[in-house]
């Protein structure tokens, strides 16, 4: 079994930028891909960013690619996920997230098995 924890969440006006980090204990961290989710209110959730396990492949969806950086740290079990250039529109709970692929990445929220409890990111304007 798998926990996440997010932190790094918060206020921030637009344009600013905020690093979310997601710390994962309980299993072995490199074994899996991990990914970065947002869900806004009214809204389904939506898949931002992907890493493998190894940390070699990426992929962003185009709603962050260019303003957004998602690194990992084996070593110290966390992923980190760098923001840049926000707006309001980006307000939304962020949840890292965890999927058994040695290979590869996924932007299928269904393809991952553990989820962390989320984190609140407002871009006031």
């Known amino acids: 079994q798998v926990q996440l924890v997010e932190s790094g969440g918060g206020l921030v006006q637009a344009g600013g930028s905020l690093r979310l980090s997601c710390a994962a204990s309980g299993g072995t961290f490199s074994s899996y891909s991990m990914g970065w989710f947002r869900q806004a209110p009214g809204k389904e959730r939506e898949f931002l960013v992907a890493i493998s396990s190894s940390g070699g492949g990426t992929y962003y969806a185009d709603s962050v690619k260019g303003r957004s950086t998602i690194s990992r740290d084996n070593a110290k079990n966390t992923v980190d996920l760098q923001m840049n250039s926000l707006e309001p529109e980006d307000t939304a709970v962020y949840y890292c997230?965890?999927?058994?692929?040695?290979?590869?990445?996924?932007?299928?929220?269904?393809?991952?098995?553990?989820w962390g409890q989320g984190i609140q990111v407002t871009v006031s304007s």
């Open positions: 997230a965890a999927a058994r692929l040695r290979i590869g990445v996924s932007k299928v929220a269904s393809t991952y098995h553990y």
